[in-house]
Nanobody, 123 residues
Framework: QVQPVESGGGLVQAGDSLRLSCAASGRTFSSYTMCWFRQAPGKEREFVAVISWSGGSTYYTDSVKGRFTISRDNAKNTVYLRMNSLKPEDTAIYYC????????????????WGQGTQVTVSS
């Protein structure tokens, strides 16, 4: 069992960068697939990026490919989302979620969620 806690959100201008962190408690963090989702006002929660339990596989939604990078440090029980060239349409609450072993893009497949961190990108 893991409990994710996100940090690093904020208000930035278009073109700026941010790095989100997700620290997860639990001694088996390295067995969990970690995923970032986001939810904008009035919209459904959407997949952003996922990293496998080993860190060997990563996948991104098309709108962030080439701009966002997901990574993990299993020694620190932490997953990161580096966001470059931010756009106003990236404005959302970003959630970190954990799932035992298998990779999925579906938020319903994830058992453990953080409280979210707000990212606001002004034009």
């Amino acid at each position: 069992q893991v409990q994710p806690v996100e940090s690093g959100g904020g208000l930035v201008q278009a073109g700026d960068s941010l790095r989100l962190s997700c620290a997860a408690s639990g001694r088996t963090f390295s067995s969990y697939t970690m995923c970032w989702f986001r939810q904008a006002p009035g919209k459904e929660r959407e997949f952003v990026a996922v990293i496998s339990w080993s860190g060997g596989s990563t996948y991104y939604t098309d709108s962030v490919k080439g701009r966002f990078t997901i990574s993990r440090d299993n020694a620190k029980n932490t997953v990161y989302l580096r966001m470059n060239s931010l756009k106003p349409e990236d404005t959302a609450i970003y959630y970190c979620a954990a799932r035992y072993l298998g990779t999925s893009y579906n938020p319903r497949a994830y058992d453990y969620w953080g409280q979210g961190t707000q990212v606001t990108v002004s034009s």
